[in-house]
């Protein structure tokens, strides 16, 4: 059977498969507030067995709108974990104008979606990226107002875009510094998705690569990538980490196997335990941490994440292997010494 008779079916399977209405929302959302995808262009939309329900609804808003699709379940196409990115769908990708990828994280995948993620950028493609997307997330993240979370995200960008240090704490017991870089820009992932980054759906962060991160993160929120399937929300088994001069120096939690597991990960590589981005998430219509990291990286608060710094889109010019993202609860930011936030509540209007 050819690959491409393999895609075919997919496309079939999916067109036809029911699904819970109550997903509809979210994909509408997706498909035409935050891609705003055109009848005119074509959509390349990758998924996986776990994801086939979710993959269904935003493929019925893309046969409403008429355009032309091509979707894929990387089961079909390779083997997991996948060591690399399949290359029929890169070659698919290469043709379109937006894409989606709605699929669960495996152990060691991240140097395949980061091959997915040099297309997108070369191509210059609105790309929706929902790793570890489910149900609850497309029940209550990707039902927000984008436009409004789009609107603070823009005052909140403007706030810290010539900042010179923002400093973060909680009451479990952060107590962050950041000095940023002039020459390392910020980037505004709200939501809505442009040809210039592309952005995890749900949307709601700013970010950019710090120049030097210290003190202490009490990740009492969640942890990324594949761990975060693995433990979950943490507020009640936190992970406490110091930070000197941009790396981690130190992991401490009552959950050994969690600590092992975090520091075996940002040991990966000689830049995976370097702070790469420092983000502040503005989605308001986020009520609380669900142990997601999709959706929880975008919960109002700091976060910040080991790793790849996304150069690209940053400036930074260093690169690492690997990324994991840390989220903590209910902070209070300074922005120069300005507060922005009190008790994980902006102190912007949107």
Known sequence: MSLMKTAEQSNRQLNQMAFDPQLTPGARNAVRVCLRVQASEKVTVITDEVNLEIAAALVRELEELGCRYQTWVLEDVATRPLTDFPLAIAKDLDSSQVSIFAAQAQTNELKSRIQMTDVVNRRKIRHAHMVNINKRIMLEGMRADFQKVDRLSVKVLETVRKAKQIRAKTPAGTDLVADLNPNYRWVKTSGIISIEKWGNLPGGEVFTTPGEVNGTFVIDGVVGDYLCAKFGALKANPLTIQVKENRLIEAHSTNKELRDDFWAYTHTDENSNRVGEFAIGTNIELKDVIGEILQDEKYPGVHIAFGNP?????????????????????????VDGEQIMRGGQFLIEA
Do not use: C, L
Request: charged fraction near 20%; charge should be negative; glycine fraction near 12%.
């Open 310 to 334: 996304y150069g690209q889109h940053t400036g930074a010019e260093w690169h690492s292997s690997t990324h994991i993202d840390v989220v903590g609860r209910d902070f209070d930011i300074w």
